[in-house]
């Protein structure tokens, strides 16, 4: 299985920036999903990393560095409806997700 | 309208009692999955399956079976309930012929075993 961490809780300020970091330890990989869930709904997918680097999609970016097994998802001008948990998962070398417990994220006027 | 849906949305159950959770796709999908979430621990996956007629164990079997007889329907099977069962149950499914295997999720069944 698989070991992976990351921060209970967070809170922000609309407008501001939030960088969620993610740690793993592994034998096997096969990439890194980072999943949004607002309360009671379904995880919805966010991004996928499976090479070192940046990854930009509008306001929310994802960063993966193999070596160091350490991820960050960032989430910029936030916004009210940004306030959810965000869920950094480990696609395994049998191709199984392995979920952290998430993040949530709350979003302040 | 495509996607995955489950089946019901809530139950109460009595300990003891046999409960099967519903999970239909129609997106073709090859692989389809049970995960529970419980507060503090993320998402844990129960069983999954690769292909019609093929099942296997997750992280947490314990208690559940599945079967796979179709490619669109994986329902999850809880012979006799108990209370450490109440949980929120998510299935999703997947292309696990795409290069990254993006897993989609149902809405989710919220179990309670009393």
Known sequence: G???DQ???MTATEGAIVQINCTYQTSGFNGLFWYQQHAGEAPTFLSYNVLDGLEEKGRFSSFLSRSKGY?????K??????SASYLCAVLEADYKLSFGAGTTVTVRA | ???????????ILAAGRRMTLRCTQDMRHNAMYWYRQDLGLG???????????TTGKGEVPDGYSVSRANT????LTLASAVPSQT???FCASSDSTDSYNEQFFGPGTRLTVL
């Not at chain 1, 991820?71 to 989430?75: C, E, G, I, P």
């Not at chain 2, 669109?72 to 329902?75: R, S, Y």
Request: hydrophobic residues 35%.
């Open chain 1, 2 to 4: 698989q070991n992976i």
């Open chain 1, 7 to 9: 921060p209970t809780e």
């Open chain 1, 71 to 75: 991820s960050y998802l960032l989430l």
């Open chain 1, 77 to 82: 001008e936030l916004q009210m409806k940004d």
């Open chain 2, 1 to 11: 309208i495509a996607g995955i849906t489950q089946a019901p949305t809530s139950q």
């Open chain 2, 43 to 53: 998402l844990r996956l129960i069983h999954y399956s690769n292909t019609a007629g």
């Open chain 2, 72 to 75: 669109d329907d994986f329902p």
């Open chain 2, 87 to 89: 949980s929120v149950y």
